[in-house]
C-alpha cells in the first residue's frame, strides 16, 4: 500500500514535471522571434522624406562587428557600421561590444531552452533565466549605444536640419520580447523549485 | 550545446583571421559602387596598395584659380564625398601616363557621358582639397560662394572606353 502511494506520488510528479516542459517550448519559439527581431536596425538613419532607411547596422552585424573588430570595413556582414564609425568611433565599439555579448547570449540562451524542450529537463531553465536576464542587459546597453550616435556630426551630414531625418534604434523590439521570455522561465524556475520541495 | 560554443568560437577565431592576411584587390559593380567608394572615402588609408576596377564617367572640374582636373566619378547625393550643389559627385582626380578621354554631357542629368573602365590604384591616401564656386539652384555658378570638395587622386594603369553604358547608373545611392 506504501509502495502504491510512493508510485503515485512519482507518478505525479513525473506529471507536472511534463506540464513544466511547456515553458520552455514557448520560451525557444519566443527566443527564436527574438533572434530573428535582431535582423531589425540596432542603429539607423531614417528619412522619411527622402528614401526611408538610409544607412543601419542591425545586431547581427554589431556581433560580426565585434567578433572581428572590423568597424571600418564594407560588406553585408557589417552592414553600414563603416559609416557610423567615421563620426562616432566610441559609440560604435560600444555598440560593437554589447552587441555582441548581446547576441551570443541570445544565442546560448535559444540553444539551452531548446535544449530543456527537447531534452525534457525543465532544471534547464534555470540558466536560461539566467542567459535571458542577462542578454536583455546587454540589449538595453546595445540600445544606449546606438543611441549615443545621435549626439555626433552624422545628423548634420544626412538629416541637414530635415526633421523628418533621425537616428533611431529598434534595439527595444527584441528586448521587450526578452521581457516575456525572462516572465515564462521566471514562473518555470518558481514551479521547478517548488516541485523539488 | 558544445557543439554551438564550438562553433560560435571557431568563428570568432576565423572572423579576424579572415579579414587579416594579403592585400585585397576590389572591382566595384553596380552593386558595390557606392558603398565601397563611400568606404574610400572616409577610410582611404585601408585600400593602399590594392588594385581598383571601376567603371565611371569623365567629369571635368575648374576651381576657384583655374586649375583644371580631370575626374572619374557618378553623381551621387550630398551625404557622401562633396557637397558642391547640383553636381555632387564622388569619385577620384585621374592620373595618367596617356591621355584619358574627354568628358561628355557631364553636367547633364543623362547616361550619355563618357564612360571609362578604368584599373588602377590610389596614388595615396591624402586627399586634395580643391575650392569650387558653389552651384545656385538653376545650376548656374554662384561667384560669392566657394565650396571645398575633397578627392583621392587615382593612378590609372588602364583605361578602356566602355560604349554600352546603357546599364551602367550615373547617379548612384545606397
Known amino acids: 500500500m506504501a509502495e502504491t502511494k510512493a508510485a503515485k506520488r512519482e507518478r505525479a510528479l513525473r506529471a507536472k514535471k511534463q506540464k513544466l516542459l511547456i515553458f520552455p517550448k514557448i520560451g525557444a519559439a519566443i527566443n527564436a522571434v527574438v533572434l530573428a527581431a535582431c535582423f531589425l536596425p540596432f542603429l539607423g538613419i531614417y528619412n522619411t522624406d527622402i528614401q526611408g532607411i538610409e544607412i543601419q547596422v542591425n545586431g547581427w552585424n554589431a556581433l560580426f562587428c565585434g567578433l572581428s573588430g572590423q568597424y571600418t570595413a564594407t560588406g553585408a556582414l557589417y552592414g553600414n557600421m563603416d559609416i557610423f564609425n567615421y563620426y562616432a568611433t566610441d559609440a560604435c565599439h560600444s555598440l560593437g561590444l554589447w552587441g555582441m555579448i548581446a547576441m551570443i547570449l541570445l544565442v546560448v540562451a535559444f540553444a539551452v531552452t531548446l535544449a530543456a524542450a527537447i531534452g525534457k529537463q525543465p532544471v534547464l531553465c534555470v540558466p536560461a533565466l539566467a542567459l535571458n536576464v542577462l542578454g536583455f542587459v546587454a540589449l538595453v546597453l546595445a540600445y544606449r549605444s546606438g543611441m549615443a550616435v545621435a549626439q555626433s556630426d552624422i545628423i548634420e551630414i544626412y538629416c541637414q536640419s530635415n526633421p523628418a531625418c533621425s537616428v533611431e534604434s529598434y534595439a527595444t523590439i527584441p528586448a521587450v520580447l526578452m521581457i516575456g521570455c525572462i516572465v515564462l522561465h521566471a514562473i518555470a524556475t518558481v514551479k521547478f523549485f517548488k516541485l523539488k520541495k | ?174
Open chain 2, 1 to 174: 550545446m558544445k557543439r554551438l560554443l564550438c562553433l560560435l568560437l571557431a568563428l570568432a577565431l576565423c572572423l579576424p583571421l579572415a579579414a587579416c592576411g594579403k592585400t585585397k584587390n576590389y572591382v566595384l559593380t553596380e552593386d558595390t559602387f557606392f558603398l565601397v567608394m563611400t568606404n574610400m572615402q572616409y577610410y582611404p588609408e585601408q585600400y593602399e596598395g590594392s588594385e581598383l576596377e571601376l567603371d565611371c564617367f569623365t567629369y571635368s572640374l575648374e576651381d576657384i584659380h583655374g586649375n583644371k582636373y580631370l575626374c572619374g566619378v557618378r553623381k551621387c547625393s550630398a551625404e557622401f564625398g562633396c557637397v558642391c550643389g547640383n553636381d555632387t559627385v564622388i569619385g577620384f582626380i585621374l592620373d595618367a601616363p596617356f591621355e584619358l578621354p574627354a568628358p561628355r554631357n557631364q553636367s547633364e542629368a543623362s547616361v550619355e557621358k563618357t564612360w571609362v573602365h578604368l584599373k588602377g590604384q590610389l596614388s595615396s591616401a591624402e586627399k586634395e582639397e580643391i575650392e569650387i564656386h558653389s552651384y545656385l539652384p538653376d545650376g548656374s555658378i554662384n561667384p560669392d560662394k566657394i565650396e571645398t570638395i575633397k578627392f583621392l587622386h587615382f593612378n590609372v594603369e588602364t583605361c578602356d572606353l566602355i560604349e554600352d553604358y546603357q546599364n551602367l547608373a550615373f547617379y548612384v545611392n545606397k
